[in-house]
């Protein structure tokens, strides 16, 4: 008798259990919500600090790229996919004439954004898509790379201490 | 008011006289038929790629996702799109096949279904031929597709698409008879096996649910036909017989281009063909929900019936988990006869104690 009412308790417990399923199915059915987003068309906004593209900023009120060309990325970069050039200007400073990055061996570490003493080279996170129809197209230059930081993304007085201290550090 | 029947006379009338101006009236039975075979087949044709169309909304939207969007408004042509790009497609075929019944097998997958739609009613007097065996013979050629699965799996000289059929021919015919079994309990009240004549006696004493002494023995038959059908049509949870992650496409694995649409439009007109036998014997067919919407014509509750069958039947594919081969032989005869035959049993009693002594 205790196994012809286990056998009918299985069968209920188990219809019991698919209703429950289908009504998680058919709840998610009947509510459409939609996860996908209609990539093209539609984008995500990025997180501010997300690693997109590494540019380098260029200082439009002074009319200049930050960069000083100390050399200091290329040396950190384990690929050594930066190549640039810098000159001593009539009043001693030294400023960047050409930089170049060759995309197709950089690897995004980041360690040409860390060693860089001048908040001069950046990540930005909105450029994204990057692929192109030749190699040759990954080797960008200094105007390739030039980016003028939006004012929102301008770093903070605490944020900034630290980089005019290792500025002055490195005079 | 409109009518199906309206429709199919005023149609064959205006046939009828065109071959009698040609002097060809003879022809008429012939022309009839090849006439309804035609629309038959546009007609089946057109409501599968809706219903392909159908189901990968259904299981997108249960998986937070869009579906189709971008073939036609809601990508309603997707399906169109589909089609073309499997008849244009290069037909790779084994060396080593068996050649006839290779060729033979997706053709028998597709006409054994399709002829299942013979006796469907789907209005008051519209079918193409109103057989006074309309279960029987729906339930005996639909179970045809067998012979083309298991020599589709074994003329392909496939590892998979053997073990496929093997599995098909173990799992229809264990599922063939709770699916008879479910259906008799109807056929024991009604009296006759011609299913305008089950939908007319519906008519005429009201739906199998609103009536209590019927209500429990049909709702357990109508899950019965459901699950068993579901079974025969090798759909999900039931697919064993082509489960993609065991067997890659099972019995379909060879095969590509039109072959392989014809087994495809072959599983959902088995689909149609059992979802129809499922309306027309416990959800009443062409009758209105309620009797004051009977202004709408039949043909267009049939439908709606159908497509929320059907509904149901894709909910079950995107919702239950597969089952074992073990657990799928044990399911269908140690559960599901014991408790056709049980319902059966059950039937009985309240027809011959209660129904009639009432």
Known sequence: MGAILRYFKDIGLGLWNLFVGLSVTTKYFLTMKVNTQQYPEERLPLPARSRSMIKLIYDGEKDQFNCVACMMC??????????????????????????????????????????????????????????VYKRGSLLQDEHAMKWARPAHLAPKPEEAAPVAAGASAGA | MITGEQILKTVSGLLHQGLAAAGVSFLA????????????????????????????????????????????????????????????????KPVKRDKVPYYIAPIIAFVATFMGMVVIPF??????????????????????????????????????????????????????????????????????????????????????FTNPLYAIPVLVSFLIFITSATAEANRAPFDIPEAESELIGGFHTEYSGVKFAMFFLGEYIAVIVSASVAVTVFLGGWLPPLPMLGFIP?????????????????????????????????????????????????????????????
Not at chain 2, 314 to 322: D, G
Request: hydrophobic share 55%; glycine share 8%.
């Open chain 2, 298 to 358: 039949g043909f267009v509750w049939f439908m709606v019936k159908l497509v929320v069958v059907i509904y149901f039947v894709m909910a079950f594919r995107w919702t239950f988990p597969r089952l074992r081969v073990d657990q799928l032989m044990a399911f269908g005869w140690k559960v599901l006869i014991p408790i056709a035959i049980l319902n059966l049993l059950l039937m009985g009693v309240v027809e011959l104690f209660l129904a009639k002594g009432a």
């Open chain 2, 123 to 208: 209005d008051r007097g519209v079918s193409v031929q109103d057989l006074n065996i309309g279960i029987l013979y729906v339930i005996a050629i639909t179970g045809f597709t067998v012979i083309a699965i298991l020599s589709a799996g074994w003329s392909s000289n496939n590892k998979f698409a053997l073990l496929g059929g093997f599995r098909s021919a173990a799992q229809i015919v264990s599922y063939e008879v709770p699916l008879v079994l479910s259906v008799i309990p109807i056929i024991m009240v009604t009296g006759t096996l011609n299913l305008s004549a089950i939908v007319e006696y519906q008519a005429a004493h009201g739906y199998w």
């Open chain 1, 74 to 131: 290329a040396k950190a970069c384990p690929n050594s996919c930066i190549k640039l050039e810098g000159v001593r200007m009539p009043d001693g400073k030294r400023r960047m004439t050409t930089f170049k990055l060759d995309f197709s061996t950089c690897i995004f570490c980041g360690y040409c954004v860390e060693a860089c003493g001048f908040d001069a080279l950046t990540f930005v996170s909105e450029e994204y898509e990057n692929s």
């Open chain 2, 29 to 92: 039975p012939v022309v009839d038929r090849v006439a309804a075979a035609v629309a038959m087949f546009l007609g089946i044709s057109v409501f599968v790629m809706f219903l392909v169309w159908m189901e990968r909304k259904v299981s997108a939207h249960m998986q937070s996702r869009i579906g189709p969007n971008r073939v036609g408004i809601f990508g309603l042509l997707q399906t169109v799109a589909d089609a073309i790009k499997l008849t244009i497609k290069e037909d790779i």
